[in-house]
């Protein structure tokens, strides 16, 4: 018998494979060097970064804050990473928040267009798509920072059996 699967050349997806590929992500993610403080100013900035209107650029700047904040530039790369599968609805919330500080703006759908799409529609657009980015990711990245510090906390101790 032959195997359709093969012929069709579609490939079986394989857990094992994926699974194996996370536990290694986490093990090298549970590995960065420096203090949980540290660590936890890199999330933070990337984490907020990734929560603004940058796409193109959230990782460069996500890097660059958490220089400027003393932090993790591979935690704040991976933070700016975390928020990418939401990114369509960050813009929608920067959006709308940056038009409810900044006045009353056209509506636009902002899910439906590219991010240089949105940013040829004006200056207006394109600041209130910013300073709502800025305001959304503040929550985000204070509770980034706390939570992986705590989670940072926590598996160095059990690393040194000080818990």
Known sequence: MKDTKKESGIKSFNYRHLKQRVQQFFTRLKELPGSPEYIARGMAA??????????????????????????????????????????PFLYLASYKVGTFFLGNLPPIDVKAMSISEVFSLGMDVTCALVTGGVIVGILPGVAAYFITRKIFTTIRLKKYRLI
């Open 46 to 87: 990337g984490i907020f970064m990734g929560t603004t209107p940058t796409i193109p650029f959230h990782t460069i700047l996500a890097i660059a804050l958490a220089v400027i904040l003393g932090g993790s530039k591979r935690a704040a790369a991976v933070g700016a990473w975390l928020g990418t599968p939401i990114i």
